[in-house]
């Protein structure tokens, strides 16, 4: 099966299963690198998207700057999958890291303990693959959405 899960943010990254394996990437550095990648890899077929579901809040207080410029992406992102004609789905953190039994956020002394415990199941799932902080989340919503 063929899909694209995306991880919006500038921290975030991309991870897609085609005819030549599972890849990831971490999110390209601008919005026009992140179209041409978007479009290239409609070429290769790939149709559906899972997009990580974003709200007003990060986990912890942003001035609105930073929110704006989030949220801002994200819909870069949704625009250029719907040009592109992808399928598009969106799926909160909640779900999509409910599916791996690994607890919550909140039950993790702090931020890094936890993106830490996601990047080791991204890497018990994808041993082949060199995973990074950047492209964790996306490699598991990846996982999730092939599990669907």
């Not at 986990?59 to 609105?64: A, K, L, T, W």
């Not at 592109?84 to 789905?89: A, K, M």
Request: contains cysteine.
């Amino acid at each position: 099966m063929k899909i694209l899960a995306i991880d919006p943010g500038a921290s975030g990254g991309l991870a897609w299963s085609d005819d030549g394996g599972t890849h990831a990437i971490p999110m390209p550095e601008t919005d026009g690198d992140l179209v041409d990648f978007l479009r290239a890899i409609k070429i290769a077929q790939v149709e559906t998207a899972w997009v990580e579901e974003v709200g007003g809040f990060i986990g912890r207080p942003q001035p609105g700057s930073a929110m704006f410029k989030f949220g801002f992406g994200a819909g870069v992102i949704r625009g250029a999958l719907m040009a592109f004609g992808y399928r598009v789905e969106l799926v909160r953190p909640q779900k999509w890291q409910k599916h791996f039994s690994l607890g919550a956020k909140k039950d993790c002394q702090t931020n890094t303990e936890w993106k830490n415990k996601l990047k080791a199941e991204a890497q018990r799932k994808f041993p082949d693959l060199s995973v990074t902080l950047k492209t964790a989340d996306a490699l598991l919503i990846l996982d999730y959405a092939l599990h669907q």
